[in-house]
């Protein structure tokens, strides 16, 4: 979608734009709410686009994954994946054993949640990358947040929007 096709999103476009700019030299989260059919799947593109046109690793999920254990994050990570044996210590079988279906009881979400940072991380100090988690249809106010309702102190890891 071409960001002259979002009608009144300008405000938006240029949050998104300005969070984007930053990198690599520091990373950010921003939240992006609204109801049904408000158009924050077609918001998201436009970052999306820009992020790979400017040679950003693109890492991005799309609506609802299927109801197996970490679906949504196996999604997530696809693009990646294939470089989890750099992790420390394990990792990899702890991300192996939670995306692989009917390998037995997944791992501890905290463990999972390690392991996929650290990748996330490790590929982000190569080359700066964009994370965009839409989820549909999900119900709340409508605009561009910080994750409590205005920009907050940079804590995520330099070269990851």
Not at 19 to 30: E, N, V
Not at 54 to 79: K, N, Y
């Amino acid at each position: 979608m071409n960001e002259s096709e979002l009608l009144g999103r300008e405000r938006q476009l240029w949050t998104l734009h300005e969070l984007l700019d930053r990198l690599p030299d520091a990373g950010g989260a921003m939240v992006v709410q609204g109801g049904p059919g408000v158009g924050k799947s077609a918001l998201l593109r436009a970052p999306a686009e820009r992020a790979r046109a400017a040679g950003r690793r693109l890492l991005e999920v799309t609506g609802g994954a299927d109801d197996t254990p970490f679906s949504g994050l196996r999604a997530l990570l696809r693009p990646v994946l294939g470089t989890a044996e750099s992790l420390p210590a394990g990792q990899d079988e702890i991300l192996r054993a939670a995306f692989v279906a009917g390998s037995g009881q997944p791992p501890e979400t905290s463990r999972v949640a390690l392991a996929a940072f650290n990748l996330i991380t490790a590929r982000a100090a190569e080359q700066p990358t964009v994370l965009i988690a839409d989820r549909r249809a999900h119900p709340g106010r409508t605009g561009v947040h910080g994750p409590q309702g205005e920009r907050q102190p940079d804590r995520r890891p330099r070269g990851t929007a």
